[in-house]
């Protein structure tokens, strides 16, 4: 079950992270479609993975902040070892949660490089942020007899008030926007019932 909630998110991140528009360009980094047609099958992962880490290297690195080129050539160190490690990274809970981190993290620094004009990016990358934080809850399945001590409520609730801060900066951006209203009171709504502060 996990392997396809694994596959399912490293394609949503591709989707995020490829289709975005950078500010001061004037086209979107890849067509988000083509990965969605190019990854139907499991076994195109490490190729997603691989276009991932084109675009933070070709498109984000040169931009970013020292500090943020350390986040994000750790990530990329991540993806190196999944390619490397193929099959057994992936299968590998702890492993692939760093994965997930790198990916939250990419997409937080991501967001204050989309062109102010992109909507759409600024609605996705709140959503990724609660998406990444449901994936670790799911990973730390305190159920789960294969890994039943990893934890990572911190980074979940870094995450979802990542999520909330972004949601709200969209709102004051687009304050005609209903759909940046409703991300806003999506993530308040999550962190209320999560019992994050």
Do not use: W
């Amino acid at each position: 079950m996990l392997k396809y909630i694994y596959n399912d998110f490293i394609i949503f991140m591709a989707l995020i992270i490829c289709s975005c528009q950078m500010s001061g360009k004037d086209v979107q980094l890849e067509d988000g479609y083509d990965i969605i047609f190019e990854t139907r099958d499991f076994n195109y992962r490490i190729p997603v993975i691989k276009k991932l880490k084109t675009v933070i290297e070709r498109d984000l690195l040169p931009r970013v902040t020292d500090n943020e080129k350390k986040e994000l050539n750790d990530f990329i160190n991540i993806i190196k070892k999944a390619s490397v490690q193929k099959e057994t990274f992936f299968e590998n809970a702890t492993e692939f949660a760093e994965h997930v981190k790198g990916s939250a993290k990419t997409v937080i620094i991501l967001y204050d490089y989309v062109s102010a004009n992109d909507l759409g990016a600024q609605l996705r990358i709140p959503s990724t942020l609660l998406m990444a934080g449901d994936t670790l809850k799911m990973v730390e399945d305190p159920g789960s007899k294969e890994f039943p001590k990893l934890d990572y409520s911190e980074d979940i609730a870094l995450f979802q008030n990542k999520s909330l801060e972004l949601a709200k900066k969209t709102l004051s951006h687009f304050p005609d926007e209903g759909r940046a209203y409703g991300q806003v009171g999506f993530a308040e709504k999550l962190q209320g019932v999560m019992g994050v502060k």
